[in-house]
């Protein structure tokens, strides 16, 4: 059930303009806000404002309730007054999970999140299934609305920025896989960021739910009944390499059988599944090197994990945007242990050098990888596994790991 309009949607970007569509199908007056001016279609299908902080449409419009886009932090000035007013504020994910009438698995956790809602998918189209992945893979929950199978399963990948924005969301199955640290900018703290993921995804359960999760982030907050992750005996060995990929295996297992998914098709599910774009994504080599685009790993426990899968010499290439001001301190030893060379790009290079105590500041991407290239040797492997968010140099970390994609095929004869 929604909250009645009129509805105010802040930031319009992909998932804002879903919501703002999805409302308007539903049959509520919408407004759409943006603080900066987004590239927006030349009919995105309700009015909107660029440019504005949104503080005067809560009045001109009546606004009955806010939905609020992922990135939108929640001291944002309209968001802020919102709440001060008490007017509800909803996320994009809340409202899909409204809106749409089917089944969810959600996924969250700081890594391999990606990775397993994909690998969810496979399992359920394996299966035979009808499913639809949304949420921070890419595409919006509230997408759905117009354009779901009946009966379908929806996977659901879930930042802490969304999960922080729920109000009644209750997965069927919920999905931790680890907890480290990141997007303190937005957050505040640690403890902010981890409890964001921790109620937002499980507060909410009833008993007849699933909660997943490793034995170490045990108990859950809700109802849903618990499973251990690291207790979760495999149907077949991964076709993915790591120790990771095994966790995140346990985590597809646990979810599908949870689902009622026979055994036969979990096994097949998890020995054909050849991984995302952009997570320790294999390029064709080059000159026997190997070279690995990790564009996705846009935090330090991420890159932790992408040093762990390999045991032959590695060129890395660091850095991004600094907003976040991690501790790349973690990073110092795994790196002097496995890193060949260190070749280090974006705002954050000068923070990491400092923390590694080595690295050559190459300013781009296109000089990281030459310069990571030309020391590399037959067998060795260059990767890109960043630690850092691609803003200032890129829109996300797709058009970054791409680009890279793209170096490297220029290498070739």
């Known amino acids: ?47 909107v404002h660029g440019g504005s902080d949104g503080l005067a449409l809560l009045d001109a419009h009546g606004i009955g309730a806010v939905v609020k886009s992922p990135g939108v932090p929640p001291h944002a000035p309209v968001v802020a007054a919102a709440r001060e007013r008490g007017i509800p504020v909803l996320g994009e994910l809340e409202l899909g999970w409204r809106l749409v009438p089917l089944d969810v698995v959600a996924v969250t956790g700081t890594n391999g999140k990606t990775t397993v809602s994909e690998w969810l998918g496979h399992a359920h189209r394996v299966a035979g299934r009808p499913v639809h992945v949304v949420g921070n893979v890419g595409t919006a929950y509230t997408s759905l609305i117009d354009a779901h199978e009946p009966g379908a399963t929806v996977i659901a990948e879930c930042s802490s920025y969304q999960l922080h924005d ?8 919920g999905i931790l896989l680890n907890l480290g640290s ?5 957050h505040g703290t640690v403890d902010a960021y981890r409890e964001a993921k921790r109620h937002g995804m499980f507060a909410r359960q009833h008993a007849a739910d699933t909660a997943i999760a490793p034995g170490a982030l045990l ?3 809700g109802d849903g009944a618990a499973i251990d992750l690291d207790l979760v005996e495999l149907p077949a060995e991964p076709a993915l390499q790591g120790a990771h990929n095994r966790v995140n295996a346990r985590a597809v297992t646990a979810a599908c059988r949870a689902r009622g998914i026979p055994e036969e098709a979990i096994a097949q599910a998890l020995v054909t599944f050849a991984g995302v774009e952009h997570r320790l994504q294999e390029l064709p ?16 426990e991420s890159a932790l994990t992408a040093l762990a899968a390999f045991d032959v010499p590695l060129h890395l290439i660091l850095g991004g945007d600094d907003a976040k001001q991690e501790d790349f301190g973690p990073l110092r030893a795994p790196v002097a242990a496995k890193a060949a060379s260190v070749q280090l790009v974006g705002a954050a290079a000068g923070r990491l050098r400092d923390a590694l105590g080595r690295g050559e500041d190459r300013g781009d991407l296109e000089r990281a990888v030459a310069a990571a290239a030309a020391l590399a040797r037959p067998g060795e492997v260059v990767l890109l596994s960043p630690a850092c968010a691609s803003f200032g140099q890129y829109r996300d970390f797709e058009e970054r790991g791409r680009h890279f994609a793209a170096l490297v095929a220029a290498r070739h004869p």
């Open 285 to 300: 080599p080059v000159g026997g090197v190997r070279f690995v685009n990790d564009s996705k790993a846009t935090n330090v």
């Open 1 to 47: 059930m929604l909250p009645p309009g009129p509805y105010l949607v802040v930031g319009l970007a992909r998932s804002g303009l879903a919501a703002g569509r999805a409302l308007v199908a539903a049959g509520h007056a919408v407004v759409g806000v943006d603080s900066g001016r987004p590239e927006l279609p030349a009919d995105p299908g309700f009015p």
């Open 166 to 173: 729920t109000l009644a969301f209750r997965p069927d199955v």
């Open 182 to 186: 990141d997007h303190l900018n937005w």
């Open 219 to 221: 108990p859950l907050p």
